[in-house]
């Protein structure tokens, strides 16, 4: 038989025809699955896709039945049915390729953004079952999975479930892995990885190259590389198009601005990305405004404005609050409080907001332990940092002042200890974070005890360290640091309780930032550190993390008063300790430097035993003080002769205004306390106001020497003076190296 018969043997029985179509189409189906080099198999381990190609299988299998005759269905013809077999066939096919499944709607509305509760996100994925998904689907859980472990703390399971899903130079892995090096705080192997990870974008990555520019600038921050890190965070703005999620539009932006401002950027551009920011906010997704308002409250705090600080604080409450309590009451709760705290540090009045916690009270006190726990948390401040609370304002909320301080003291250690109890084992920064609240809450308590602070400490940073966070876990050993310098952990004299503990954990301390670059993130714990130096009189130490301090670039703006405070006693601090590092230097090198007399270089012979008088002359110059105030300690001794002697010695007492009975004195700066120590220890430079060992007569050398001493006085005075009334011919070399210390 020729093919022309052939064929129109074949078209003549249309059933035949229609078969053959059928199976063509079951043929195209199958070609679809191997071109994506999946097989068939994989994709029926889904519900759906199983149910799908069971009605195939037997929507083909009825037509056969029907075409050999085994079957028969009244008035329906066998091509009615191979059409019929083939539409649905199309349909589902269609279905299966276009229209995302449950599961794959579910994977689509977990975004790790702003206000997203990721411990509840881990707890939705690990309800999935992986065995009903298509390879497609696991994929994508797999990304949402490991990313939400690196969010939560498990830094290292995150790695381990990376590298089961993507290629090891993918662009993905590389930025994982750069996410990882910074959590060690390998600021320079991060940010390889990422340039990295920026080659080897490919087709339908390119949403992560936005990421990637900002994750690089970050990494220069990072590295005190401030005109490239500007750069790359404009890199990321100018790559943001239509398809960029607007939690990195957040990020991005919000470090565009704040590096722009530490620059010291024209106001009229720091306006003009403001405003490009503005073109991304939905004014409906009341999440956007907050994160807008945020940072537009920092334009102001690195500008110092607090008059516009309050301005932003009241137009985004005025504005914010009322649809909030519309559509989410908790949120709105949770908003109001936060803003009464910034309204409070702000200085204004408070009433407007605690008015709102009064009428949601009872919705307060009925929240879940951790929400509950943090609300409380904001309204003590009211009780630890009180500039606006009045009389009047305490009476008033008097209830709910009373219930937050039995909450404090008496509840909330609990709440937080049945909280820790349901979180899962991944939450790592869930656990840290209780866990370093569980401590904060041993202040308030009136059985405070050290070692079980000490203990719980050790536990976080331990517990960090094992997961590959040594970042976080530098944070915790700082504020340990903190911890030990706490009223509760302070004798009378203000010295330190527990000096061997701080010594210890300064040196694991010091240890540990060997391997952390400098950045915004170790402002604080560099300054911690330093103030942690200084109780131990290690100046050099001190002066040293005070650097590093500086190298970090952040504004004082955002710090507490507190952290304000230590910053200006430990600036003058380290400034008194170069003055006497200087003294020595001057002193090495005095006969080759032309610059100095001849009665400078005299007097440099002598040094360190000089007149305790002229070194606080001296001292006072350097610093720049015109007013000198000093107290001076006066004795007498005995030699073995038998001859009276007169001693005394000077200190002086340094603060922003005219020293009063130490009422408004910061320091007291004794360069010469060496002459006064049994060991000769000329590291003690500093004391606090009324603890130096003359006044208090708590060291061996003075109790011999000074006070035990029968017929014979000891008697204090103070002294003011103006430094230009020095004017006697020993002053003069001590006027001259003053001078040459005040820029050191």
Known sequence: MDLANLFYELSDHNRT??????????????????????????YLRAIRWRASFCLMIFGHIFLILEY???????????????????????????????????????????????????????????????SHMTPK???????????????????????????????????????????????????????????????????????????????????????????????????????????????????????????????????????????????????????DVIEYNNTEMLVAREKGDIQRQKELIEQGYNFLYPKLAKSNKKKAIAYNVSVLKMAHMAQMSPEKYLNVVKEEWECICKMPYHEKYYLMKELWIFKI???????????????????????????????????????????????GHTLQEIVWLQKWKDNYDF???HRKMRSVIDLYRSHSLRLEAVIVAGNLIDELLSVQNLCDGYTLKYP??????????????????????????????????????????????????????????????WTKYNLQFIQMVCKIWRIKAELLSLKENAQKDTNLSEESKEWLKNYPDISSEEMVVLTAIALKQEVVNVKIVGWVEQTSSGI??????????????????????????????????????????????????????????????????????????????????????RFQPVQEIGKRLRDI
């Open 385 to 431: 940092e009180p500039p606006q609370v009045t009389d009047q304002l305490l009476q008033k909320y008097a209830e709910i002042f009373s219930y937050v301080e039995n909450y404090i003291k008496n509840e909330a250690e609990m709440d937080l200890e049945n909280y820790l109890k349901e979180i899962p084992d991944e939450t790592i920064y869930a656990q």
């Open 137 to 287: 689907e696991q994929l994508l859980w797999n990304r949402k999975y490991y990313i939400n472990l690196y969010m939560i703390g498990s830094v290292n399971k995150s790695i381990e479930i990376m590298e089961k899903t993507e290629e090891k130079d993918s662009v993905r892995s590389r930025m994982l892995y750069s996410l990882r090096a910074e959590t060690l705080g390998n600021v320079d192997d991060a940010r390889k990885e990422m340039i990295k990870a920026i080659d080897a974008i490919g087709p339908g990555e390119e949403a992560l190259r936005v990421q990637l520019y900002n994750d690089i600038a970050r990494c220069d921050q990072f590295c005190e590389n401030s005109d490239q890190a500007l750069r790359y965070f404009s890199k990321a703005a100018d790559s943001i198009d239509s398809k960029t999620d607007i939690f990195i539009i957040h990020i991005v932006y919000s470090n565009l601005i704040g590096q722009s401002c530490v620059m010291g950027c024209p106001e009229d551009e720091i306006r003009r990305l403001l405003e490009q920011y503005k073109y991304y906010i939905n004014n409906k997704n009341l999440e």
């Open 68 to 130: 050999r005759n085994i079957i028969y269905i009244k008035n329906i013809c066998t091509w009615q049915l191979a059409v019929a077999n083939i539409v649905l066939d199309m349909l589902l096919l269609v279905n299966l390729k276009f229209f995302p499944s449950r599961i794959q709607k579910k994977l689509d509305r977990l975004k790790s953004g702003w206000g997203v509760d990721l411990i509840e996100e881990y707890k939705e994925l690990q309800s999935m079952k992986l």
């Open 17 to 42: 025809v229609l078969i053959f179509l059928v199976y063509f189409a079951i043929l195209i189906i199958g070609y679809r699955f191997l071109s994506e080099k999946k097989r068939l198999n994989e």
């Open 644 to 729: 009276m002697l007169n001693y005394n010695h000077w200190w002086m007492v340094w603060g922003e205004t005219e020293v009063v009975n130490d009422e408004n004195a910061i320091m007291e700066i004794d360069l010469c306390y060496n002459q006064i120590s049994e060991k000769g220890d000329m590291d003690k430079l500093i004391f606090y106001p009324g603890m130096h060992p003359l006044e208090v007569r708590n060291e061996q050398w003075v109790r011999t020497h000074v006070c035990n001493l029968p017929g014979y006085g000891v008697y204090m005075d103070r002294k003011y003076g103006k430094i230009a009334g020095f004017t006697e011919a």
């Open 451 to 453: 070692s079980v602070v």
């Open 500 to 561: 061997d503990i701080m010594e210890e954990e300064l040196k694991k301390l010091s240890a540990e930032m060997q391997n952390v670059r400098a950045h915004a993130g170790m402002a604080e714990v560099y300054l911690k550190i330093s103030y942690g130096y200084v109780y131990i009189h290690a100046y050099e130490a001190a002066n040293k993390y005070y650097n590093e301090f500086l190298k970090c670039g952040m504004n004082p703006n955002h710090f507490s008063v």
